[in-house]
């Protein structure tokens, strides 16, 4: 019986030393730059075609290292190669649509890194 707790013991203290050496270390999810709002909005229906779409995100993003796709309901890539920051904002990003998109569901997909190298998506 003195064993056991003893060994009891001893696996709680190397979960705690591993706890608080582990935790801290583990990257924070919630400080990855997030998707606040989009134009056009997720799942919005639209009576004329956009000519762009534009991304804003929670935090600055490194422009070099990210992406907007904007494909299509056969998963194919439609957007231009153009992506920038809308007005010098480096917490928005847009990219233009090539003319007279046809009507359907069309899927947009971001992929950014942030100054400090988190990729997020």
């Known amino acids: 019986m ?3 707790k003893n060994k009891l013991l001893v696996i709680v203290v190397i979960a705690v030393i591993t ?13 990855h730059a997030s998707v606040e709002r989009s134009n056009p909005a997720e799942s ?3 009576s004329t075609p956009p ?6 995100f929670s935090d600055p993003v490194d422009i070099k290292f ?3 796709k904007v494909l299509d309901s056969d998963g194919k890539q439609i ?11 480096q917490k928005a ?4 649509l090539p003319p007279n998109l046809k009507n359907g569901i069309y899927t ?3 992929r950014v890194l942030e100054p400090n190298r988190r990729s997020c998506y």
């Open 2 to 4: 003195i064993k056991t």
């Open 19 to 31: 706890s608080v050496i582990v935790i801290p270390n583990i990257p924070n999810s919630y400080a």
């Open 44 to 46: 919005q229906s639209l």
């Open 51 to 56: 000519t762009k779409v534009d991304v804003y």
């Open 66 to 68: 990210s992406e907007i």
């Open 79 to 89: 957007q231009e190669n153009d992506l920038h920051y809308i007005d010098r904002n």
């Open 93 to 96: 990003l847009s990219v233009s």
């Open 108 to 110: 947009i997909a971001t």
